[in-house]
């Protein structure tokens, strides 16, 4: 179960403002500061396959590597994101144009963990053998992560600053993320408003995906993703 909160940075002079604080150092200790350059694809069926049962695909380059992950669909409660994720890496094409629907999620379900067949397996019904994919939408941008404690929480936050990409329209990411690892979940809710309350972030209530979606001002007869 992924479980975070996203919180949009409407002023990038909000970023210079959480950099020279003291949280910097509390979300981002330096031990553990990594900067990953990312390139999202998300991926999608002409008939609808995956939407149509609140699923999404996407496959993430991330610095050298590849990972693909399958996601269902989800909830919010309070400002916690919450929906099933299973995640694999992927030696396959890059970018992924021209692929099957069954050839991604076969080679899915033999580089990931036996959790995906117990778990994520059983929610994918039998899907057509040719149901190509087109890319929906992209995100590219610069993620600044590390794992933090903060009280009895442990996660990891993410400073993701880029660009949503849906055909020729484009829209900027400036988001920080907070992600659930261990302890006491009960402590994200109020972390997230100490948060908003210091540097004047505003809760974030959809995906990426969303978003991206949402810069499509036509309807198109393509898989929408959840």
């Given at each position: 179960m992924e479980q975070e909160i996203?919180?949009?940075?409407?002023?990038?002079?909000?970023?210079?403002?959480?950099?020279?604080?003291?949280?910097?150092?509390?979300?981002?200790?330096?031990a553990d500061r990594r900067e990953i350059r990312m390139h999202s694809c998300y991926l999608g069926t002409p008939g609808r396959f995956l939407s149509a049962r609140h699923i999404s695909l996407r496959l993430r380059r991330e610095n050298e590597a590849i990972v693909m992950s399958v996601k269902s669909d989800g909830q919010v409660s309070g400002y916690i994101h919450q929906r099933h994720e299973w995640s694999a890496g992927w030696t396959g094409r890059w970018p992924p144009v021209g692929?099957?629907?069954?050839?991604?999620?076969?080679?899915?379900s033999l580089g990931s963990p036996a959790a995906l067949h117990d778990e994520a397996w059983p929610l994918l019904p039998p899907f057509p053998d040719q149901s190509e994919l087109v890319i929906l939408c992209e995100v590219?941008?610069?993620?600044?992560?590390a794992s933090f404690v903060w009280h009895d929480l442990q996660a990891e936050a993410a400073l993701d600053q880029g660009w949503l990409i849906a055909?020729?329209?484009?829209l900027a990411l400036h988001e920080l993320e907070i992600e659930y690892l261990s302890g006491d979940i009960r402590q994200l809710n109020p972390l997230a408003e100490r948060l908003m309350s210091e540097f004047g972030?505003?809760?974030?209530?959809?995906?990426?995906?969303?978003?991206?979606?949402d810069l499509r001002q036509e309807e198109v007869a393509v898989d929408g993703g959840s």
């Amino acid at each position: 179960m992924e479980q975070e909160i996203k919180l949009t940075i409407d002023d990038p002079a909000q970023v210079s403002r959480l950099r020279n604080s003291h949280w910097y150092q509390c979300l981002f200790p330096s031990a553990d500061r990594r900067e990953i350059r990312m390139h999202s694809c998300y991926l999608g069926t002409p008939g609808r396959f995956l939407s149509a049962r609140h699923i999404s695909l996407r496959l993430r380059r991330e610095n050298e590597a590849i990972v693909m992950s399958v996601k269902s669909d989800g909830q919010v409660s309070g400002y916690i994101h919450q929906r099933h994720e299973w995640s694999a890496g992927w030696t396959g094409r890059w970018p992924p144009v021209g692929l099957r629907l069954d050839d991604v999620l076969q080679a899915f379900s033999l580089g990931s963990p036996a959790a995906l067949h117990d778990e994520a397996w059983p929610l994918l019904p039998p899907f057509p053998d040719q149901s190509e994919l087109v890319i929906l939408c992209e995100v590219r941008f610069k993620r600044l992560a590390a794992s933090f404690v903060w009280h009895d929480l442990q996660a990891e936050a993410a400073l993701d600053q880029g660009w949503l990409i849906a055909g020729d329209r484009q829209l900027a990411l400036h988001e920080l993320e907070i992600e659930y690892l261990s302890g006491d979940i009960r402590q994200l809710n109020p972390l997230a408003e100490r948060l908003m309350s210091e540097f004047g972030l505003r809760f974030e209530p959809r995906s990426k995906l969303s978003r991206c979606l949402d810069l499509r001002q036509e309807e198109v007869a393509v898989d929408g993703g959840s």
